[in-house]
């Protein structure tokens, strides 16, 4: 049966509760109706803080005319939501916590990447912290916290033999982990919800953040991206259907990338790599939003393996950005290519080294998939941790040193 989209367990409120008891301001971004706002209230409202939405227009016009006398009259305690839409806010909010700096003052959220945007992180800096809530992972929906990347990190998979994902695998892939979206009935309504999301998306946030007029010509662009999902970025490969200049698409480009519908994978390098290729992969921010836009489903999914696999290889790095999210020490994302071919899907680096993983929609793993991780584990040397080959199996297998078969269950669920 669907579930409430408030009904699913967020596991990143442990880590707002712990910003809040040191830090001034905590700004939760990500993507509208990924559940920041039932997140904020959730955690905040059991704690005394007082909730206000800029999404009304009356309450965003007061805070443009007045932001110092908007913010004085707040409570002591505040929720501010969807604060992009208001950016003249933040001095007024650094002023306020310069005035009485305390910690838990303001939980903030906002539907775009402030990171990407300078003058608005920097005006906090250092009196804010930065959460990202990302759509549902497989753990959260299923109230189940996987433990792979602890074990990924460790150097070591436990042995496990589990069932295959089988036709579920291409059923998680289409469904994709908006709460909104899970909670409708059917995969056609939910697919009809991922559409109108993107429509209005484009046309709230996107609108915000810039004076663009072509705004017809953002959705097509993410129907190309999506078509392309898991590729290296290559701007005139998008250009190619529109009467745009390259310039115009590297900036919808970036646009999208701001309201988080689109992620950037940057090339991993080290100074063992002088034949790395340059250049960052494009992913979709969210897989369901990627297969409604291409028209599929879970049935064509499990009929056109050419299809799946880009997706998944999508759907394998944002569910491994969500459980990243979760974790007190930073993991930085990126993919491995050189020029004799040599690649790797996901390259995850902390403080703890660096690993590897490849995605297969495959039962089975031969030789040639550990080409690229063998290449890696050369490249990072000693801070080389582990390489892993998700694929839909049934049993973690060591293939090689520090090489393992791991299945996609195992990633997904709590069960190492």
Not at 181 to 205: G, K, M, N
Not at 288 to 315: H, M, Q
Not at 357 to 383: F, P
Request: charged content about 25%.
């Amino acid at each position: 049966m669907p579930r409430r989209a408030s009904a699913f367990q967020r596991f990143l409120a442990p880590r707002l509760r712990e910003a809040l008891r040191d830090t001034p301001a905590v700004l939760i971004h990500g993507p509208r109706q990924s559940g920041k706002s039932t997140l904020a209230r959730t955690v905040g409202e059991p704690l005394g803080y007082r909730y206000f939405t800029f999404d009304n227009d009356d309450l965003t016009a007061a805070a443009r005319g007045d932001p110092a006398g908007f913010v004085a009259s707040l409570p002591p305690k505040t929720i501010l939501d969807e604060l992009q839409r208001v950016p003249e806010l933040f001095t007024a909010l650094k002023a306020a916590i310069d005035a009485r700096r305390r910690p838990g003052r303001f939980i903030l959220t906002g539907s775009a990447n402030v990171l990407l945007v300078p003058h608005l992180s920097d005006s906090l800096a250092g009196r804010l912290a930065i959460l990202r809530l990302h759509p549902l992972a497989q753990g959260e929906i299923e109230n189940a916290r996987p433990r792979v990347l602890d074990a990924i990190f460790a150097g070591k998979i436990p042995t496990r033999i589990v069932e295959r994902l089988g036709n579920d695998l291409a059923v998680r892939v289409a469904a994709g982990g908006y709460p909104a979206a899970l909670a409708r009935r059917t995969p056609a309504r939910r697919s009809a919800w991922y559409r109108d999301y993107v429509e209005t998306q484009i046309q709230r946030d996107v609108r915000d953040l810039s004076r663009i007029h072509s705004f017809d010509a953002l959705p097509r662009l993410l129907s190309v991206v999506a078509a392309n999902t898991a590729s290296l970025l290559n701007i005139a490969e998008l250009a190619a259907p529109f009467e745009l200049t390259r310039q115009t698409i590297h900036e919808y480009v970036t646009l999208l990338e701001r309201v988080f519908l689109i992620d950037r994978l940057p090339p991993w390098h080290s100074n063992r790599t002088s034949r790395a290729v340059k250049r960052p992969k494009l992913h979709l921010g969210d897989t369901g939003v990627a297969c409604a836009l291409l028209g599929l489903d879970a049935k064509t999914l499990n009929l056109d393996r050419s299809s799946l696999g880009p997706l998944l290889e999508t759907f394998v790095v944002q569910e491994l950005r969500r459980q990243a999210s979760w974790r007190p020490v930073p993991i930085d994302f990126s993919h491995y290519r050189d020029r004799d071919g040599y690649e790797v899907d996901v390259v995850l680096e902390s403080a703890a080294g660096v690993a590897g993983v490849e995605v297969k929609a495959a039962a089975s793993v031969t030789e040639n998939d550990l080409r690229g991780l063998k290449k890696l584990r050369d490249a990072a040397g000693r801070r080389f941790r582990c390489g892993i080959v998700l694929y839909d199996g049934t049993a973690v297998i060591q293939l090689d040193e520090r090489l393992s078969a791991v299945p996609l269950r195992v990633a997904l669920a709590a069960t190492t």
